[in-house]
């Protein structure tokens, strides 16, 4: 079974500075990845970045960049240089990989809402 | 990245009725495509796999009866609620898996807000 944990009911950062958003996972899959979606209040689910449990680097796209630390099952989400616009729940989620019972199926975290502040 | 619709983006029915949510995928085809629910201020549930051609798999506790999924073709998944009734209010979503920048990616829907009088 898969297991995602986000712990931050709640965060808040000025504008401009940089937030990070904690994400730790449990799962027995040998080959995984991680996702984190950004929902702003419309309810569409909005795809920010991915990383593959095999990939050497961390990933980047922009300002997020993911924190991954697989000893530790940690896959936290950096936003760098926060805008009004970032404000939105962020959800961290998981997918098996192939050959594993989960695969192609996500498991969310319970998600953070993130508030940037002027 | 890929562009998935779904229709409609809100519904009000009453007690008893059923009511069908389509989920398109615009320009990529999809042969999995997932049904999420959730609720406010909560995180998504996965109802079911809908996979193109055959049965819907579900997820445990979620009634195979009461959410009929069709995978008619490679860009179209509905989820029928039948005989609707107040607790299945709630924000459903659908999925279509695709490839991003070389990297296999869920691609969400808006969602359908469903409220059942």
């Known amino acids: 079974a898969q297991k995602i944990t986000q712990t931050q009911p709640g965060m808040f950062v000025q504008e401009k500075e940089a937030v990070t958003l904690d994400c730790t996972y449990d799962?027995?899959?040998?080959?995984?990845?991680l996702f984190w979606y950004k929902q702003p209040s419309s309810g569409e689910m909005i795809f920010l970045i991915y990383?593959?449990?095999?990939?050497?680097q961390n990933a980047t796209e922009g300002r997020y960049s993911l924190n991954f630390q697989k000893a530790r099952k940690s896959a936290n989400l950096v936003i760098s240089a926060s805008q009004l616009g970032d404000s939105a729940m962020y959800f961290c989620?998981?997918?098996?990989?192939?050959?594993?019972?989960?695969?192609?199926?996500?498991?969310f975290g319970q998600g953070t809402i993130l508030t940037v502040h002027p | 990245g890929a562009v998935v619709s779904q229709h409609p983006s809100r519904v009000i029915c009453k007690s008893g009725t059923s009511v069908k949510i389509e989920c398109r995928s615009l320009?990529?085809?999809?042969?999995?495509m997932f049904w999420y629910r959730q609720f406010p201020k909560q995180s998504l549930m996965l109802m079911a796999t809908?996979?193109?051609?055959?049965?819907?798999?579900?997820e445990q506790g979620v009634e195979k009866d009461k959410f009929l999924i069709n995978h008619a073709s490679l860009t179209l998944s509905t989820l029928t609620v039948t005989s609707a009734h107040p607790e299945d209010s709630s924000f459903y979503i659908c999925?279509?898996?695709?490839?991003?920048?070389?990297?296999?990616?869920?691609?969400f829907g808006p969602g359908t807000r469903l409220l059942v009088l």
């Open positions: 989620a998981m997918r098996g990989g192939a050959g594993g019972t989960s695969y192609g199926k996500l498991t």
């Open positions: 799962t027995s899959d040998p080959s995984y990845g």
């Open positions: 990383q593959g449990s095999y990939d050497q």
């Open positions: 320009d990529f085809q999809a042969t999995t």
């Open positions: 809908s996979n193109e051609g055959s049965k819907a798999t579900y």
């Open positions: 999925s279509g898996q695709g490839w991003d920048r070389g990297k296999e990616t869920q691609y």
